[in-house]
């Protein structure tokens, strides 16, 4: 049973545009939540994070927004880049203890110029 | 040598041999990871250490054996796997105590094939 769920294996955007990607978990007990970009032979490297206490976290282009009553995420991005082309993955931490994260399975994007 | 580094990138191996991966952090971070990742699926978490010490085993095989001799250095012992063990082999630390503790920090995998 996945915990946490990113639907879309794939998004296409236009460069200059916004890039949308989602993801829901099911745990309520989760706390800390992440996005994660990764390369083509490369580790995820770590973008953005929100804790539960807040419903947006911004940095730059890359704006993270939590809707707790939905357990729904939402990392947007804007004006998408072509470097931003990566597969991107949402994770989310704490609650259960420990040192646990979950991760999604990861949304593709790639951003045409 | 900056961040995290594991070795081999790549490695095939027949389903009789042994191997190891090694993983080694310049962060002066005192918790490793080790997870999985198969094609379209999410990561998943094999093991953790904190301060040397394993806290997770996550439901792992035995023909999967961590080592963790200290803070800066994690290995992946490998013996009679099988062909679905084949996948990518990502290592990551992180600070425990004090800030975030959450954000990983991964290092470029190690592509495993079993034969």
């Known amino acids: 049973d996945q915990q946490v769920k990113q639907n879309s294996p794939s998004l296409s955007v236009q460069e200059g545009r916004i890039s949308i990607l989602n993801c829901d978990y099911t745990?309520?007990?989760?706390?800390?939540f992440l996005w994660y970009k990764k390369y083509p032979a490369e580790g995820p490297t770590f973008l953005i994070s929100i804790s539960s206490i807040k419903d947006k976290n911004e940095d730059g282009r890359f704006t993270v927004f939590l809707n707790k009553s939905a357990k729904h995420l939402s990392l947007h991005i804007v004006p998408s880049q072509p470097g931003d082309s990566a597969v991107y993955f949402c994770?989310?931490?704490?609650?259960?203890?420990?040192?646990?994260?979950?991760f999604g399975a990861g949304t593709r994007l790639f951003v045409k110029a | 040598e900056t961040g995290v580094t594991q070795t081999p990138r790549h490695l095939v191996m027949g389903m009789t041999n042994k191997k190891s991966l090694k993983c080694e952090q310049h962060?002066?971070?005192?918790?490793m990871y080790w997870y999985k990742q198969s094609a379209k699926k999410p990561l998943e978490l094999m093991f953790v250490y904190n301060f040397k010490e394993q806290t997770e085993n996550n439901s792992v095989p035995s023909r999967f054996s961590p080592e963790c001799p200290n803070s800066s250095h994690l290995f992946l012992h490998l013996h009679t796997l099988q062909p679905e063990d084949s996948a990518l082999y990502l290592c990551a630390s992180s600070q425990v105590g004090g800030g975030n503790v959450w954000t990983q920090y991964f290092g470029p995998g190690t592509r495993l094939l079993v034969l």
């Open positions: 745990n309520s007990m989760f706390d800390y």
């Open positions: 962060l002066g971070h005192n918790a």
């Open positions: 994770a989310a931490s704490g609650g259960t203890g420990g040192f646990k994260t979950i």
